[in-house]
């Protein structure tokens, strides 16, 4: 009897991970697959593998939108925004984890409130201060919208995880000489590197795929990110489905290289954090 309870469940459980499966990587096959087809093939049955395998698709992408400048736009404002997002507010995760002073905790929750904060109510507050700042329709705009919108988040990660280290590791740090920001470099950086990936991963993707804020913060195509370029191409030129798929996988690509690249970092710092929280 306890062998057949056995089977059902392993076989419960191959079921509920196989859909899951379906559904996490079932939209994307059918993407891949359809940018290789022709619009014919497309409209006359959207499942099944392409005729044949050719880039005619990604070659009218690239013709039909200006892909390259939104590319290296988003390029530039993904990494500067992670860069500075990690490197900033791990010092200040630091600080709230391991000092004590009054209002800490109502501190803490005061960054935590900004994820429930939906995005639209931001858009024109944000909208008028980059106009009066001079920042609109810049890069340097964008770096800084999302350095602060994935603040709650990089906080909320990196401090919970440094509660998880040991103070006696730093306390003997400084019994042999060592200085504060000598001991969080030398000592505590590379035992956060997990946390480090976490936050570094959660923020680009924000800054990837982002589309409101690149929308209404931007103007011109030389200062647009990838999101906008899709967009564009989607409105203007739906009757091309071929192409727009091609787009969506380019646009694609990337995140889900870095989100491959650090994945087991992302796992057991969210795991590692989560215990201490």
């Known amino acids: ?3 057949v309870k056995k089977i059902i469940c392993k076989v419960l459980i191959f079921l ?3 859909t899951i499966i ?3 990587v079932g939209p994307l096959l059918w993407v891949l697959f359809s940018s290789f087809k022709t619009n014919k093939e497309i409209l006359s049955g959207s499942l099944g593998l392409p005729a044949a395998f050719n880039f005619d698709n990604y070659a009218d992408a690239l013709k039909i939108a200006p892909i390259p400048q939104f590319y290296l736009n988003s390029i530039i404002v993904a990494v ?3 860069v500075l997002n990690v490197f900033l507010l791990s010092m200040a995760a630091y600080v709230i984890a391991r000092f004590q002073w009054k209002g800490k905790t109502f501190f803490r929750l005061l960054f935590s409130v900004g994820l429930l904060i939906p995005g639209a109510a931001l858009l ?3 909208y008028q201060t980059m106009i009066a700042m001079g920042l609109y329709d810049s890069l340097i705009g964008l770096i800084l919208v999302y350095i602060a919108f994935g603040l709650p988040t990089t906080i909320y990660v990196m401090s919970s995880y440094f509660m998880t280290i040991p103070k006696e590791l730093e306390e003997s740090a400084y019994l042999d000489g060592s200085g504060f920001f ?7 950086i590379p035992i956060a590197k997990p946390a480090l990936g976490t936050a570094a991963v959660l923020e680009f993707l924000v ?3 982002e589309f409101q804020f690149a929308l209404t913060l931007t103007a011109s195509n030389s200062n647009r990110t990838l999101p906008i370029a899709l967009y564009y191409f989607k409105s203007q030129f739906a009757s091309n ?3 727009m798929f091609a787009a969506t996988i380019l646009v694609i690509i990337p995140s889900i290289i870095v989100y491959i690249a650090l994945q087991e970092q992302v796992v057991s710092g969210l795991s590692a954090g989560a215990v201490k929280a």
């Open 124 to 126: 024109q507050p944000l």
């Open 22 to 24: 379906i559904i996490s």
């Open 1 to 3: 009897m306890n062998t």
């Open 207 to 209: 800054a990837w795929n």
């Open 16 to 18: 509920f991970i196989g």
């Open 241 to 243: 489905y071929g192409a």
């Open 182 to 188: 000598k001991t969080f470099s030398l000592i505590v």
């Open 80 to 82: 500067a925004a992670t």
